[in-house]
């Protein structure tokens, strides 16, 4: 009996090998506290003992100076948008309806841009300086992620004058 | 050749996992000492180059981050290596050769716990007929082990290796594992892989390492005894184990011989053995005899940061150098599977 | 220019695609570094060291390739190095390899980068949710679309002249049988109607995802004097800064003037617009082009765009810039710093086939990576220094 098996002549051009792993992240101690403030619905950045400025997130050193940051400071949670995209493209794992608004924002009180989604607004309407506020999730479904903040929406606030911002652009 | 000194080397204490901390915040405080030990000023730190892994944090560019310990700005001259930091010492080491700068920065880091670190291993081997099939790093050195002991060794020599450096470790306050247990009570154990045992193995480590390199003058100018560099090499051999003699390291050997660590007597040995037959044959490979001092740290089964290790070696050995105990210091640095790839740094001190 | 003179006298790439399934990993480097050696005229046995580039391991899913690489690349029993900066790595890589040189350690180095994109999924590498950060991230275009609309905002920049460089890249690589895209009728319509990927950025103004290898032979001064068509490095630099800070400028970033400062001073170089006579520059989304301009200091801040818009970055420009069709025609991201390094080094070779720039006797290569924090650049030259 024969079988038709596989042309021993034909080059293979491709094998699966899946890789599986699992990691265990590690926020460290910086982005825990600021994690453990999301879950309370309050923004905690971290001011640089050499330069003074706010870094939220914090990221428990400030990379300029190169020095460890340790005393703490609440940011609103509102801000202005200093520049923005709009994504439009899908891939894998994605989780969020297309199109949509990323956006980084300059919270009042912060050195430094927080990057999260803008919603509750059409895309075209969005531009810089536009003036944003958190949308929290509701305490009892708050987590340590940035995800408690469900999204940034339009504040209704006048937009901010570009000299306000203008060195964050 | 320019001559080039280590001044300088600050370490993490390893640990299985450092719970509170990420690696940012683990490699700060070690660069900051080492820069300060090194009494070069931050700012005046020539070259920058570090060692790392993406595939043990699990992210890509996982070496981005090391930039914020070392406070880039004004931007510096940098670069990095995906390999074990003496590799990264090695890149500085030539860069200082060129005779612009003379003061290099030299950091690596891993945080093992993060995953599984055996099985993430197996993802340096042949990626369409090794990897595929899961070897674990612990499996593919009971290979090496086994090829070793039929070679005409015996496990007697393995447990000697481990009790001495075990032993040693109890004097490293950086140690991970450190224990006083005779070779006959540690070969009462029972195997982890045959024919390893659990002491036969590396811990898993977090940490990180720094170095501050200087060339000539200035490296006497802030040290009173620079631990000179008289050699570096290092030569990798081929990847597939069924073509490589597993009993020998002819790549340590080569290296070693490019190095220059027969020209002189050798009074301490800093090896990256993570097992602890390969110690053997890393000594016979580098003509090591037995009057000479191996692993006083402990060596790699006291801790083993990952991409750390090897730049661990190369600063112990220096601070033998530079504390005046030993006169002329190997450093060794192994990657890969079965020690593919080794390097091996000769240090003195000033004649 | 530091240590001791370095040259290039041999060049090999691959052909680019988005699946190269008619080879492995180390088939496809192999292919470009056999390439390299043949245009050198050596064997493997005359290399003395290999250095190998490439950007993130998991988009192949291979943990340090080079370990498995070491046989198909000829490096058993000698030393090997592995580099890893991110999108400028292959830039890094040949600035590596050529440190090993003009530091005087060896003659003749092998420098290998490649990325096999296809082996595994790069988008989903760089746009993986992480447990800790916003569930925003969207590939580098995502992170890169903001800071063009910041450089639109400041420059004032008219919003044709992202698409004119999706235009001339394209029309370029059509001189370039290596190029991986092709498109024979390519056109200001076709670009300016491509879909909207990450506002402002089309489909068309953004590189494809590439396979593909690209190798160097650098060798010393002796060896170089043997070569026929060596083209001599004048100028090696490169930057590093900090992803975030608060202040920092990330759209004209201080790491990527300084890098540039410091190459020119090496080279000589005071006028670079008049001196350099074509530029291989890492523009991986097309306003890159005039961004870069600005940040190589061949535009004054906030003109780069007028470079573009009036011509002269075009091939028959007084700059032309990416005639090889750059990396918005072609790129293996770990291999693409290399791709500019090298045809910067073929330009001045005169070996650079159809899409040779006439005359050129000084060429720059630009690579750079992460958040437009990581910098690596040479200056070639025909005339040895
Ligand atoms: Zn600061």
Known sequence: MTEAGPDPNEPVRSIRAPVHLEYHFMPGRASSRFLRGVEQGRLLGQRCPQCAKVYVPPRGACAACGVPTDEEVEVADRGTVTTFCVVNVPFHGQKIKLPYVSATILLDGADIGLFHLLQEVDAEKVHMGMRVEAVWAPPEQRKPTLESILHFRPSGEPDADYETYKDHV | ??????????????????????????????????????????????????????????????????????????????????????????????????????????????????????????????????????????????????????????????????????????????????????????????????????????????????????????????????????????RIEPHGLGVRDLTHSPSTRLAGERAGVGRATVDVAELHAPFSFQEVILRQALGLGPDVEVNPSGGALAANVMMGAGLVRIGEAAGRVSDGGAGRAVAHATSGPCLQQNLVCVLEADQ | MSGQLCAVVGVGQTKYSSTRGDVSIAGLCREAAGRALEDAGMTWRDIDAVVIGKAPDMFEGVMMPELYLADALGAAGKPMLRVHTAGSVGGSTALVAASLVQGGIHQRVLTVAFEKQSESDAMWALSRPMPFAPPTLAGAGGYFAPLIRSYIRRSGA????????????????????????????????????????????????????????????????????????????????????????????????????????????????????????????????????????????????????????????????????????????????????????????????????????????????????????????????????
């Not at chain 3, 004119?164 to 200001?188: C, T, W």
């Not at chain 3, 540039?260 to 170089?269: K, N, R």
């Not at chain 3, 074509?278 to 061949?298: D, H, K, Q, R, T």
């Open chain 2, 1 to 234: 050749m320019r001559d080039v000194a280590v001044v300088a080397f600050a370490q993490s204490r390893a640990v299985r996992a450092e719970e509170g901390a990420n690696e940012v915040e683990i490699l700060m405080p070690v660069v900051s000492a080492a820069i300060e030990r090194s009494g070069v000023p931050r700012k005046e730190i020539g070259f920058t180059v570090s060692g790392s892994c993406d595939y043990l944090a699990g992210v890509p560019f996982a070496f981005v981050q090391g930039l914020d310990a070392v406070g880039a700005w004004p931007p510096i001259r940098e670069s990095h290596v995906e390999m074990d930091g003496a590799w990264a010492l090695y890149e500085a080491w030539v860069r200082l050769q060129h005779g612009d700068v003379d003061s290099a920065l030299v950091y690596a880091f891993g945080k093992s716990s993060l995953g599984d670190l055996p099985q993430v291993l197996t993802l340096q081997l042949d990626p369409y007929c090794m990897a595929p099939l899961w070897p674990d790093s612990i499996s593919i050195a009971a290979l090496q082990a086994r090829a070793w002991l039929e070679a005409g060794h015996d496990e007697r020599e393995m447990a000697e290796v481990a009790a001495r450096s075990r032993k040693a470790a109890l004097a490293n306050p950086m140690a991970q594992v450190a224990q006083d247990l005779t070779p006959e009570e540690l070969l009462k154990q029972p195997y982890l892989v045959s024919p390893l045992r659990r002491h036969d193995c590396p811990p898993i480590s977090d940490g990180a390492a720094a170095v501050v390199l200087a060339a000539g003058g200035l490296a006497r100018e802030v040290s009173e005894r620079p631990a000179w560099i008289r050699g570096i090499d290092h």
């Open chain 3, 158 to 385: 008219p919003d044709h002249i992202g698409i004119m460089v999706g235009v001339k890249d394209r029309q370029n690589a059509l001189r370039n049988p290596y190029a991986h895209l092709q498109i024979e009728d390519i056109s200001f319509e076709k670009v300016a109607e491509s879909p909207m990927l990450w506002d402002p950025i089309r489909y068309l103004e953004t590189c494809p995802s590439s396979d593909g290898a690209c190798a160097m032979v650098l060798v010393d001064e002796p060896t170089a004097g043997r070569s026929p068509d060596p083209a001599w490095i004048v100028g090696t630099a490169m930057r590093s800064e900090p992803t975030m800070f608060a202040g920092r400028d990330a759209v004209n970033p201080r790491a990527g003037r300084d890098c540039a400062a410091d190459l020119y001073a090496q080279a000589g170089i005071t006028d670079p617009r008049g001196q350099i006579d074509c530029a291989e520059i890492y523009v991986p989304f097309s306003w890159y082009e005039p961004m870069w301009m600005e940040n190589l200091g061949f535009a004054a801040e906030g003109e780069g765009w007028k470079m573009t818009d009036s011509g002269a970055t075009a091939f028959d420009g007084d700059l032309p810039v990416n005639p090889s069709g750059g990396v918005l025609s072609s790129n293996p991201i770990g291999a693409s710093g290399m791709i500019r390094f090298a045809e910067a080094a073929l330009q001045v070779r005169g070996k650079a086939g159809e899409h040779q720039v006439a005359g050129a006797g000084q060429a720059l290569g630009h690579a750079y990576g992460g958040g437009s924090q990581f910098f690596a650049m040479w200056i070639v030259r025909a005339q040895k220094p």
